[in-house]
Each structure stands twice: as structure tokens, then as C-alpha cells.
């Protein structure tokens, strides 16, 4: 018995951490994506992680590649989260995003917890899911 009331304290505690994690991880991505609608490119740079800010160096580079190579995210509507995924041991959160005008798009985004906090490591573009009749 005791045994058991050990491994659900664990179940319960791990559940609780990954359960603030997620919500820390939603508001990281949600505060970026607001602050690239608000064309405040050296606030979303906040949220890169170091790697990223290695990658493109200033806030400007980073800026300039998200409006090119990312529209979606650029201009940004109807954000909501769908599922946070441990793809071995790194972590992707999955959102999907309403475009200025009207498309869906589903991005994943790989998080990297800092000293900072959680910060965004990467995006990808995922293909759009075959709709048949």
C-alpha cells in the first residue's frame, strides 16, 4: 500500500509541474505572438532562446525573418494551443493560428526552459492535414 501511495504522490506532483509548464509555455508563446501584432519586435526577441538569438543575431534579423518566413505569425488572430509533446526529451507545444486573412496554420514550437524561463527554440510550419470527402 505504501508503495502505491508513493508512486500516485509522484503520478500527482509530476502531473501538477507538467500542468505549470504548459501554462508557463502558453503564455511565452501567446506574449510573443501578441507583441509581433503589436510590431514590437524587441519585445517578441525576448522570448527566443539563446540559440535563436546566436542564429539571427539582433532583434531586427529575427523580426525580418518572422514577416518573411512566417505571415502567420506576423499577423496573428484566433491563437489557441492544442497539445504539448515530449519528442525525445524536448519539448513541442503545438498551436494553431488564425492568419490576417483567415487561414489556419498549425505551427509547433520547441521550447528550451532557461534560467530565464521557458523560452521558444525553434518553429515549424506543419503541413496542412489531408481534408478528403
Do not use: C
Amino acid at each position: 500500500m505504501r508503495i502505491l501511495a508513493l508512486v500516485l504522490g509522484f503520478w500527482i506532483a509530476a502531473t501538477a509541474a507538467a500542468a505549470q509548464d504548459s501554462d508557463a509555455i502558453e503564455d511565452v508563446i501567446g506574449s510573443q505572438l501578441e507583441a509581433f501584432n503589436n510590431r514590437d519586435v524587441s519585445e517578441a526577441w525576448q522570448y527566443a532562446s539563446p540559440n535563436i538569438k546566436r542564429l539571427f543575431g539582433s532583434s531586427d534579423n529575427f523580426g525580418m525573418m518572422v514577416q518573411r518566413g512566417y505571415p502567420m505569425v506576423w499577423d496573428n488572430a484566433d491563437v489557441r494551443f492544442l497539445e504539448l509533446r515530449d519528442v525525445a526529451g524536448n519539448l513541442w507545444q503545438k498551436v494553431m493560428v488564425r492568419d490576417a486573412q483567415g487561414g489556419l496554420h498549425i505551427l509547433d514550437y520547441q521550447m528550451v526552459e532557461t534560467a530565464e524561463g521557458w523560452q521558444i527554440n525553434g518553429v515549424q510550419l506543419l503541413p496542412a492535414p489531408d481534408v478528403g470527402a
